[in-house]
């Protein structure tokens, strides 16, 4: 079967939904290919853009201190790209990168809107959420669901850890134990902490449920009321002002069973940052997927880009394996949104690493070929260090329209754009920077795409 658009875009996580919205709202026909599941899907859905330096343990307090910074030490950082023009100062490239990320920031916060994944918080500030294990992250936007009100402000503030029988993912007496030890370290509220655990049997399950199975069952009727009867006694036994609960509120209603819960029990109520399987990141997902299609895109899922037809200096058609067949579309432009490992861009073996759709050069961190490199040369040994693992930074390096490029530095095709966890340059888990690069990279390539195709006359 043969298919046209003016826009492909290969991927559906974060950087690919983001890029094929921008594009369908400027007019293009975008059609969207996914072959499985994503990182998006699988992350804590709080949208980070930049926490940390590298191997510094002070987070930044906003992401626009933590841009100027992150610029300034890695000038090949995607986040870096985006200033990237013709005879402009460093104030003006700095400008421009601010300037960029917090439209992005905008733009995202504006179509999550009245999503079951709605977010909260401002460009100017990171928000310190907390995590299923009592610690504490930099993010700039949280889901409505995860936002813990005024906690830290009151002094006269409890918090509750309620944990789920049966549901080995959240330990709430380790948590709580965690966190009141930062708190005091901090001399801040809460002072008072506790935890507990309640029943809940999704379908009739009591032991090995898992956090999705337990969100599936609060979204059915009945069912946040039947947890208010146990929470509520919790809440009075300890004087909690504030409950925290693993991301488990619901799929399809976690924002009104929130609200219902906060009625029921007389206590504020939000949901920790998980691990995956993670309920936040599949609203964020389901949400961003939903956005998309309103926008006008199209969308296969299930479908996999393995090969491609080249003209001279254009990728004139991308091959895709479906459940049924095989497909050939025809674009006028592509963007490359495959993620690293998990969504399956970048994949490693004893030979080394390799860009899994057009096989591009990959490179490392300081842009050396990666090609070679056997993925366990590229790992520390501690699996949590401040530095991270050296192998997440390698990726797709790119020019300044986000365009990937070949060994002599130069566009591998002209109408080829690249966003998200695909690129080099950058290292998410130990920046906190993960959604916020897809987003912003994901944001500007589709920019790029469709300046590109007014320029070439391909599109009005
Ligand atoms: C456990 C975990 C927790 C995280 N937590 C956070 C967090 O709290 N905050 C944060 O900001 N970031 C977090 N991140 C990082 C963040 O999730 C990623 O950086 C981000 O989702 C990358 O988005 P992406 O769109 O580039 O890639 P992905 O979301 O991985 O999407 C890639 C897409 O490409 C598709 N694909 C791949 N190859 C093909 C092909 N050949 N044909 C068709 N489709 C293809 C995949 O199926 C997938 O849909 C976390 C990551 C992980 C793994």
Redesign the pocket.
Known sequence: MNLKADLLV????????VAGTVASESGLTTLL????????????????VIGYVPDVLEPFSSPEEGLLAIVALYPLHPYAIVGYGDDVTSEETSAAIIGRVREAIMWLKEHLGGTIASVTGEFDTNMHLITIIGTT?P?CLAQMTMCPGDLEDREDSVLLFAGITGCSEFNPSAAAKTYIEDRMALDGPPHKVGHCMFQVTPFGKSFNISSIEIARHLDREGSIEALAEQLKVQVKRIGATHVALPPVLGIRNAIANKSKLEKLIGATVFEL?G??P?VP?LRLQQALEGVFIKAGGKMLVG????SHVRTKQRVAAVI?RGPLREIRVDAKAIIL????Y????IAGDEKGLRE??FDIMTVTDDYHSSRDIVPSRSTNRLSINPTGQPIQACGVGIDSQFRPVREDGLEWAENLFA????LAGYN??VE???????LTS?YSAAKNAIDFLREVKQVE
């Open positions: 290969i991927g559906g996580g974060m950087a690919g939904l290919l996914r072959k499985g599941q994503s990182a998006t899907a699988n992350s804590s859905g709080a949208i980070d992250k993010t940052l691990f995956p993670s990141g479908h996999e880009a393995i895709a949104a495959t993620g690293k998990i969504g399956g861009g899994t759709v966003a998200g966890a695909v998410y888990s906190k920077s993960g959604l916020g690069v897809a994901g």
